[in-house]
C-alpha cells in the first residue's frame, strides 16, 4: 500500500502547478510512475498549434453602444466604415444576422473570432417575435453541425455555433423589459445569455446597484436560465475563489464601451470625455468591463464553449431525434424507415444508425400495443 | 420742441376709472387742447409737466397703461393654470425632470404612493394636480403622465390613448363655451404642453417617437427634449442633435414653437435662436450636491457631479427658461387660439351647426 500512497503523492506534486522540475524526480522513481501526467502539456501544445474559435453574439437595441463594446473588448475596429442608418432607412428593417470574423494572436496563441450581429432588433413600433431571426440563426448553425458530425468526412468539422450572447439591457428603464423577457426566454436554452447593463456611465453608484438587485430578481422571478458561472473546485487558491465569489455576486455585469483615448491621470486610456469628468473604461470603480473581459476572455472563454457543447447542442440534438422518432411512428412507416435527416450519401455507420433506430422504434411499439393492450384489459374488467 | 411726457415712476395712488378720454388728438396748432373742446376734461394735467408739443396724442398722462396693473392684480388673485404632459418610455426620468422643472414634488410617485415601477399592459393616463405659490402667483399645475407608452413589445397605436385623452379635454372646454348659462371661468383642463422625451440612443429618432410627433404635433404643443443627456458627451450630443433635427425636418413634424405662428419679425428671430438650440438635452435630479463650496442640484458619480443648471454640462437652465419664464403663456395661447380652434372648426362642420344646449342638460349634447 505504501508505495502506491508514495506513487500518486509524486503524481500530485507533479501536476501541482507550481512544482515545475520534477523530471529528476521522475528518472529516479520511473519504475513506478506512468508518466500520463504530462497529458495536459500535449493537449496544450496540439490546441496552441490547431488554434481556437469562439464565436460571439451581441443583441440588443441599437444605440446600447454593442459594437463599441466589442471594439473596446477585443482591441479591434470591426465597424470602421459603418454607416448609421437614419429613421427613414430603418423602416421597414428587419432583424438581420451580420457576422464579423477577424483572426488575433497573442503569445502564440490564435483566435479566430466571429461576432454575430444582430441589427435592427427592438427597433420597429411593434416587435412581435423580433427575436426569430435570431433564434433561427442559433438553430441553424446547430442544425449545421449536427450534420457534419454525423457525415463522413468529420476532420474539418467548422464550428460555428454561438457559444456566447451578450444580451444589452438599457440602464434607461426600471428593470427588464418585456422584450428583454421574452427575449431572453426565447435563447436561454439554446445559448449562453450573459446580461449587461449597457451605458453604465449614466447612472449613479446607488442606481447601478438597485437595477441590478432588480433584474436579478426578475431573472429569478421569470425564471430565465442565465449563464452560469460553474463552482469553484474546492482547491483553487484562495484569489480565484474571491475573485470568482465577485464576479457572481456583480452579476449582471455594467459596462461601458469606448472606441476613443483620452488623458487621464497622465496616462493615455480608453475613455469617455465629460465636462464634469472623465470615465475611464478599465477602472473597476467606474464600470465592470475588466470584469466583462476577464471571464469572458481570460477565464471562462472555455467553458463557455463547454456548455455549448455538452448542454444546449445537446439539448438540440436530442429535441432533433425525438422529433424524428415522433415522426416516424405517426407516420407508421416501422418496415423500413427512410431517415429523415437527409444525408448525402449511404455509409456503412449510418446505416449502423438506421438498424439502431430501427431496434428502438420496434421496442417502443412494442411498450405502446402492451400499453394499450393493459387499457383495453382495464376497461373490460 | 416738445417735451415728451412721462408718466411719473410711482403708479398714480388712485388707480383711476379714468374718465373716458374725449381727446381726439388735437390740431397741431391748437396750444391748449382741452380748451378747445366741449365737454368734460379728459385730460388730467400732472402737475409738472407742460403741453405736448405737436405730434403727440396724448396731452398729459392718461394711465392706459395702468391697465397692465390692473391685469396683474386680476390674475394673481384668480391664478392660472397649466397642463403639462409628459410622454416617453418608462425610465427616461419624466418624473424626475418636472420635479426639477418646477422644483417641488408634482409628479405622479409624490402622492405618497410607494408603489413599484410596475409597467402597465396599456398605456395609462394619470394627471396630478398641484397648486404651486410663488410671489404672491398661484398657479394650478396638473402633469399628465403616460406610464405604458412605449414599453411593450408590440406598440402599435400606443399613441391612441394619449390622442383621444387630449381630444377629451377640448370636447370638454367646447361643452362648457357652447352652454347657454355657462361658467364665469371655465376650468381648463386641455393640454397646453407635451414634453415628449427621446431616449439618447445618439443614433437617431426611433420609429415610434416618429409615429408619436407626426400624430400629435397638429393636436397639442409638442416639445421635444432630449432625456439623461449625460450619457453622450458634448461631441455625441451635437451630432444627435443636429440628426435628430433634420430627421424631424425630413418628416415634416412642427414642434413648438411652430413656424407658421410666429407673429412678428421680433418673435421670429427669438423662436428662430430657441428653435435651433432644440430639442434641449436634459438632466434631472431632485438631489442636491456640494461642489465648489454651493450647494447644486445634479448626479454624483465616481468621476465627477454632473450640475443641472451649469449650462456647460446640460440645458436644462435653457429649457426651464424656455418652457417657464418666456413662453408659458405663449403655449396656453396656442392652444387656445390655434389648437382648440382647429377642434371646433372641425366639430362644428361635422355636426353642421350647433345648438346651444342648456346647463341642466346632461345627457347626450346636441353636438
Redesign the interface.
Known amino acids: 500500500m505504501d508505495a502506491i500512497m508514495l506513487q500518486e503523492k509524486l503524481v500530485e506534486r507533479l501536476l501541482c502547478p507550481r512544482v515545475r522540475t520534477a523530471r529528476r524526480k521522475v528518472k529516479n522513481w520511473n519504475k513506478q510512475y506512468v508518466g500520463f501526467a504530462t497529458l495536459p502539456n500535449q493537449v496544450h501544445r496540439k490546441s496552441v498549434k490547431k488554434g481556437f474559435d469562439f464565436t460571439l453574439m451581441v443583441a440588443g437595441?441599437?444605440?446600447?453602444g454593442k459594437s463599441t463594446l466589442v471594439n473596446s473588448l477585443f482591441l479591434t475596429d470591426l465597424y470602421k466604415d459603418r454607416k448609421?442608418?437614419?429613421?427613414?432607412e430603418?423602416?421597414n428593417q428587419t432583424v438581420e444576422i451580420i457576422k464579423h470574423t477577424v483572426d488575433i494572436e497573442e503569445k502564440g496563441v490564435k483566435l479566430k473570432l466571429t461576432i454575430v450581429d444582430t441589427p435592427g432588433f427592438g427597433?420597429?413600433?411593434?416587435?412581435?417575435e423580433?427575436w426569430k431571426p435570431i433564434t433561427d440563426y442559433i438553430d441553424q448553425q446547430f442544425e449545421q453541425y449536427f450534420r457534419d458530425e454525423s457525415g463522413l468526412n468529420r476532420k474539418n468539422i467548422q464550428d460555428n455555433r454561438v457559444h456566447c450572447c451578450l444580451y444589452f439591457i438599457?440602464?434607461?428603464?426600471?428593470?427588464l423589459?418585456?422584450?428583454d423577457v421574452?427575449f431572453m426566454k426565447a435563447l436561454h436554452e439554446k445559448v449562453n445569455v450573459v446580461p449587461l447593463i449597457a451605458?453604465a456611465?449614466?447612472?449613479?453608484?446607488n442606481e447601478i446597484k438597485k437595477l441590478k438587485d432588480r433584474v436579478r430578481e426578475e431573472i429569478e422571478r421569470f425564471g430565465i436560465k442565465v449563464y452560469q458561472f460553474p463552482e469553484c473546485d474546492s482547491d483553487e487558491d484562495e484569489e480565484f475563489k474571491q475573485l470568482d465569489k465577485e464576479l457572481k455576486e456583480c452579476c449582471p455585469l455594467a459596462v461601458i464601451g469606448s472606441n476613443t483615448v483620452v488623458e487621464a491621470r497622465g496616462q493615455r486610456v480608453r475613455g469617455?470625455?465629460?465636462?464634469?469628468?472623465?470615465?475611464?473604461v478599465e477602472n473597476q470603480?467606474?464600470c465592470d468591463f475588466v470584469k466583462l473581459r476577464n471571464m469572458l476572455i481570460r477565464s471562462h472563454m472555455h467553458d463557455l464553449k463547454d456548455v455549448t457543447c455538452d448542454v444546449h447542442y445537446e439539448n438540440y440534438r436530442a429535441q432533433c431525434i425525438q422529433d424524428m422518432t415522433s415522426k416516424l411512428t405517426q407516420d407508421n412507416r416501422m418496415e423500413s424507415p427512410i431517415p429523415i435527416l437527409s444525408l448525402s450519401t449511404p455509409d456503412v455507420e449510418t446505416d449502423r444508425l438506421i438498424k439502431m433506430k430501427d431496434e428502438e422504434l420496434a421496442r417502443m411499439q412494442e411498450m405502446l400495443n402492451k400499453m394499450q393492450q393493459q387499457i383495453h384489459d382495464g376497461k373490460d374488467q | 420742441m416738445s417735451e415728451s411726457i412721462v408718466p411719473p415712476e410711482v403708479r398714480p395712488k388712485p388707480a383711476v376709472p379714468a374718465k373716458p378720454p374725449h381727446v381726439a388728438a388735437p390740431s397741431p396748432t391748437a396750444p391748449h387742447g382741452p380748451s378747445g373742446l366741449g365737454g368734460g376734461v379728459g385730460v388730467d394735467r400732472v402737475p409738472g409737466l407742460g403741453h405736448s408739443g405737436s405730434g403727440s396724442t396724448l396731452l398729459g398722462y392718461i394711465g392706459i397703461d395702468t391697465i397692465i396693473e390692473q391685469m396683474r392684480k386680476k390674475t394673481m388673485k384668480a391664478g392660472f393654470d397649466f397642463n403639462i404632459m409628459i410622454v416617453g418610455h418608462s425610465g427616461l426620468g419624466k418624473s424626475t425632470l418636472v420635479n426639477t422643472l418646477f422644483k417641488s414634488q408634482v409628479s405622479r410617485w409624490s402622492s405618497g404612493w410607494g408603489g413599484e415601477h410596475k409597467i402597465p399592459k396599456t398605456v395609462e393616463i394619470k394627471a396630478v394636480s398641484h397648486v404651486i405659490e410663488e410671489g404672491g402667483v398661484k398657479m394650478k399645475l396638473t402633469v399628465i403622465d403616460t406610464p405604458g407608452f412605449g414599453d411593450q413589445i408590440n406598440n402599435e397605436n400606443c399613441w391612441d390613448p394619449i390622442s383621444k385623452y387630449i381630444n377629451e379635454q377640448y370636447e370638454k372646454f367646447l361643452k362648457e363655451e357652447v352652454n347657454i348659462a355657462r361658467k364665469k371661468r371655465i376650468p381648463d383642463t386641455r393640454v397646453h404642453c407635451c414634453l415628449y422625451f427621446i431616449s439618447p440612443t445618439g443614433h437617431s429618432l426611433r420609429q415610434l417617437d416618429i409615429e408619436f410627433m407626426k400624430h400629435l404635433s397638429r393636436v397639442v404643443n409638442i416639445i421635444p427634449v432630449i432625456a439623461k443627456s449625460d450619457t453622450m458627451t458634448p461631441d455625441e450630443k451635437n451630432e444627435f442633435k443636429h440628426r435628430v433635427r433634420k430627421e424631424l425636418e425630413t418628416y415634416g413634424i412642427e414642434y413648438y414653437p411652430q413656424n407658421e405662428f410666429d407673429d412678428d419679425m421680433e418673435d421670429k428671430n427669438e423662436n428662430d435662436k430657441i428653435r435651433e438650440a432644440m430639442p434641449f438635452a436634459v438632466v434631472g435630479s431632485d438631489k442636491e450636491f456640494q461642489v465648489n463650496g454651493k450647494r447644486v442640484l445634479g448626479r454624483k458619480t465616481a468621476w465627477g457631479v454632473v450640475e443641472v443648471e451649469n449650462p456647460n454640462h446640460c440645458e436644462f437652465a435653457l429649457l426651464r427658461d424656455f418652457l417657464i419664464r418666456s413662453h408659458l403663456q405663449d403655449l396656453k395661447e396656442v392652444t387656445h387660439n390655434i389648437h382648440y380652434e382647429t377642434y371646433r372648426a372641425r366639430r362644428l362642420n361635422d355636426n353642421g351647426g350647433l345648438h346651444p344646449i342648456s346647463a341642466n342638460n346632461t345627457q347626450d349634447s346636441n353636438l
Not at chain 1, 61 to 64: H, L
Not at chain 1, 84 to 88: C, D, G, S, V
Not at chain 1, 170 to 175: A, I, L, N, Q
Open positions: 437595441e441599437s444605440g446600447m448609421l442608418l437614419n429613421a427613414e430603418r423602416i427597433d420597429a413600433v411593434n416587435n412581435n423580433c438599457p440602464p434607461f428603464g426600471h428593470g423589459r418585456p422584450v421574452e451605458k456611465d449614466c447612472l449613479t453608484p469617455r470625455l465629460y465636462p464634469w469628468g472623465i470615465v475611464e470603480s467606474h
